[in-house]
């Protein structure tokens, strides 16, 4: 884009922003209709308080879409949904771009219905001048809306995919520069916006060259992007894994949210938190930007007994003050029971790590998860107390501020955890098969490598993945400390305590792709 193209380019965006000014019966409207879409994806009514003061933090969305020749690929997979989402099933071999043109239908209806001024952004310009590279829902009149949503519906049903280049840094930057503008007025509001980024990931120059230049070009526009009042989000509609390697390592760099597809978001959740069934009300909300911090971490860390309340509390409760639940720190079974209560009024979701309707919280495997060792946390004053709700940070991280604090080492021996099967003594060891700490980094190896007490036979590749953090600071002491230690992200051993057959394959293979990213 030259310069006469970027004026072109910022003098529309402006006029955008000068012609948008919604009249507040609209955004009550959209307001109203949060709740319908709540209803409509099996979310909890309570989730309407947390998802509204995210939705009123957003001034607007930016999807920038790729839409060169990779989007065209056959490897990809589409949602065949039934009624009220029972069950929800994988249509194989589709277009890159029709998995993404189902997601766009979806969240451009939503936009429409609920107010959310949204820019949709393709990468390429369309070699057919009827197609528009640039197109918005609710950036002017409502009466346009009808149109708008044709010309969306337009766009992604007959754009031809043809050209080459991927210059998604390039694009970046010039959002960037338009938001570097805004960003004091955006600031001065408490407002932020949503930068979804849609891609299949590999980019390329405007010259359609690739390289590690390239990439590093990628990553510079993406920090200067990051530290304006923005939320990335990334849309990844691929299955590479060196692609989604390198994005996954933009989320432990960056102050952003990357998505896979619903399946493949549901086994990253599940690595790190089984006793959640990531439903695809969830999904959805991640996407559209209006999930919270605490959400968006969900696929990145094992939440603490306390994050846990923070989460029920922001998805079930949020502004009711008719539903009860008891802080875990203070009663843990008063905390189940109060939850037991509040997953009966609510629908079952389809868990598509389990291939099954579930409830939105495996109670049984967080018992077993955090339950006995829930008296370490200490009690207060005792007895129970109505939970407040504070809804984690619906703004982004701010790296002006500096860097998150690192986490708390990590931890193995959870008390009360569930049985482990007599086929797999070597899972969870019994207190009388104690081995002794090692005393040189070879046993130290040994333990983690080979099963207690011959060390003759390796562990499972679930058992080594669990284990990994035993070889590191504070837990091994002849290893020097390091911030690398903290990037390892821990997964949790109940999330392979009952899998089996094709369900443990694949859980496996995202663990090792995950544990290739912390390395």
């Given at each position: 884009?030259?310069?006469?193209?970027?004026?072109?380019?910022t003098?529309?965006m402006?006029?955008?922003?000068m012609?948008?000014n919604?009249?507040?019966?609209?955004v009550?409207?959209?307001?109203?209709?949060?709740?319908?879409y709540?209803?409509s994806?099996?979310?909890?009514?309570?989730?309407?308080?947390?998802?509204?003061?995210?939705?009123?933090?957003?001034?607007s969305?930016?999807?920038v879409?790729e839409?060169?020749?990779a989007?065209?690929?056959?490897?990809s997979?589409?949602?065949?949904?039934?009624?009220?989402?029972?069950?929800?099933?994988?249509?194989?071999?589709v277009?890159?771009?029709?998995?993404?043109?189902q997601?766009?239908?979806?969240?451009s209806?939503?936009?429409?219905?609920?107010?959310?001024?949204?820019?949709?952004?393709?990468?390429?310009?369309?070699?057919?001048?009827s197609?528009?590279?640039?197109?918005?829902?609710?950036?002017?009149?409502p009466?346009e809306?009808?149109?708008?949503?044709?010309?969306?519906?337009?766009?992604?049903?007959?754009?031809?995919?043809?050209?080459?280049?991927?210059?998604?840094?390039?694009q970046?930057?010039?959002?960037?520069?338009?938001?570097?503008?805004?960003?004091?007025?955006?600031?001065?509001?408490?407002?932020f916006?949503?930068?979804?980024?849609?891609?299949?990931?590999?980019?390329?120059?405007?010259?359609?060259?690739?390289?590690?230049a390239?990439v590093?070009?990628?990553?510079?526009?993406?920090?200067?992007?990051?530290?304006?009042?923005?939320?990335?989000?990334?849309?990844?509609?691929?299955?590479?894994?060196?692609?989604?390697?390198?994005?996954?390592?933009?989320?432990?760099?960056?102050?952003?949210?990357?998505?896979?597809?619903?399946?493949?978001?549901?086994?990253?959740?599940y690595?790190?938190?089984?006793?959640l069934t990531?439903?695809?009300?969830?999904h959805?909300?991640?996407?559209?930007?209006?999930?919270t911090?605490?959400?968006?971490e969900?696929d990145?860390?094992?939440?603490?007994?306390?994050?846990?309340?923070?989460?029920?509390?922001?998805?079930?409760?949020?502004?009711?003050?008719?539903?009860?639940?008891?802080?875990?720190?203070?009663?843990?079974?008063?905390f189940?029971?109060?939850?037991?209560?509040?997953?009966?009024?609510?629908?079952?979701?389809f868990?598509?790590?389990?291939?099954?309707?579930?409830h939105?919280?495996?109670?049984?495997?967080?018992?077993?998860?955090?339950?006995?060792?829930?008296?370490?946390?200490?009690?207060?004053?005792?007895?129970?107390?109505r939970?407040?709700?504070r809804?984690?940070?619906?703004?982004?991280?701010?790296?002006?501020?500096?860097?998150?604090?690192?986490?708390?080492?990590?931890?193995?021996?959870?008390?009360?955890?569930?049985?482990?099967?007599?086929?797999?003594?070597?899972?969870?060891?019994?207190?009388?098969?104690?081995?002794?700490?090692?005393?040189?980094?070879?046993e130290?190896?040994?333990?983690?490598?080979?099963?207690?007490p011959?060390?003759?036979?390796?562990?499972?590749?679930?058992?080594?993945?669990v284990?990994?953090?035993?070889?590191?600071p504070?837990?091994?002491?002849?290893?020097?400390?390091?911030?690398?230690?903290?990037?390892?992200?821990?997964?949790s051993?109940?999330?392979?305590s009952d899998?089996?057959?094709?369900?443990?394959?694949?859980?496996?293979?995202?663990?090792?792709?995950?544990?290739?990213?912390?390395?």
């Amino acid at each position: 884009m030259n310069r006469r193209e970027l004026s072109e380019f910022t003098s529309s965006m402006k006029s955008c922003a000068m012609d948008f000014n919604p009249r507040r019966s609209l955004v009550h409207k959209g307001e109203r209709n949060l709740q319908h879409y709540l209803d409509s994806l099996g979310l909890p009514l309570g989730l309407l308080t947390t998802v509204h003061d995210v939705y009123n933090a957003m001034d607007s969305r930016i999807w920038v879409v790729e839409n060169s020749y990779a989007m065209g690929k056959r490897d990809s997979h589409k949602m065949k949904l039934s009624a009220n989402f029972e069950r929800i099933s994988k249509e194989d071999g589709v277009s890159r771009w029709s998995e993404l043109a189902q997601c766009v239908d979806f969240h451009s209806k939503m936009a429409a219905r609920c107010w959310m001024p949204t820019r949709f952004w393709l990468v390429n310009k369309p070699d057919d001048p009827s197609i528009p590279q640039k197109f918005g829902l609710c950036w002017g009149d409502p009466n346009e809306l009808t149109s708008e949503l044709s010309i969306a519906k337009q766009v992604f049903s007959n754009i031809s995919l043809d050209q080459t280049t991927n210059p998604l840094a390039s694009q970046i930057k010039r959002i960037e520069k338009y938001l570097s503008s805004e960003a004091p007025k955006l600031s001065a509001k408490g407002k932020f916006v949503a930068v979804v980024v849609c891609t299949q990931g590999v980019p390329t120059d405007e010259g359609g060259n690739r390289g590690s230049a390239v990439v590093k070009e990628l990553y510079k526009s993406l920090i200067s992007l990051a530290k304006l009042p923005v939320k990335i989000v990334f849309r990844l509609c691929t299955d590479n894994d060196q692609v989604v390697d390198f994005f996954n390592t933009l989320d432990a760099k960056l102050d952003c949210d990357v998505l896979d597809d619903f399946w493949g978001e549901a086994m990253e959740v599940y690595l790190h938190n089984p006793w959640l069934t990531y439903g695809i009300g969830l999904h959805r909300l991640r996407e559209a930007g209006l999930a919270t911090e605490l959400m968006d971490e969900l696929d990145e860390k094992a939440l603490n007994m306390s994050q846990i309340h923070q989460f029920c509390l922001e998805f079930f409760v949020g502004g009711s003050l008719d539903i009860d639940l008891c802080n875990p720190l203070d009663d843990f079974e008063a905390f189940v029971q109060d939850l037991e209560q509040i997953l009966r009024r609510e629908k079952p979701q389809f868990n598509p790590v389990k291939n099954k309707l579930s409830h939105w919280i495996d109670v049984v495997k967080l018992k077993a998860m955090y339950g006995r060792g829930a008296s370490s946390y200490g009690r207060s004053s005792g007895g129970r107390q109505r939970a407040t709700v504070r809804v984690s940070n619906v703004m982004p991280h701010n790296p002006n501020r500096g860097p998150p604090p690192p986490p708390p080492p990590p931890t193995y021996k959870r008390s009360g955890s569930a049985a482990s099967s007599s086929s797999e003594p070597s899972r969870r060891p019994s207190k009388t098969q104690t081995p002794s700490p090692p005393t040189n980094l070879q046993e130290a190896l040994q333990q983690w490598s080979h099963q207690f007490p011959g060390y003759k036979a390796l562990h499972p590749l679930e058992v080594l993945l669990v284990k990994v953090p035993t070889l590191f600071p504070p837990t091994n002491t002849m290893v020097e400390n390091h911030e690398y230690y903290f990037k390892w992200k821990e997964f949790s051993e109940d999330a392979f305590s009952d899998s089996s057959g094709d369900e443990l394959k694949e859980l496996l293979k995202r663990a090792n792709r995950k544990a290739k990213v912390s390395v």
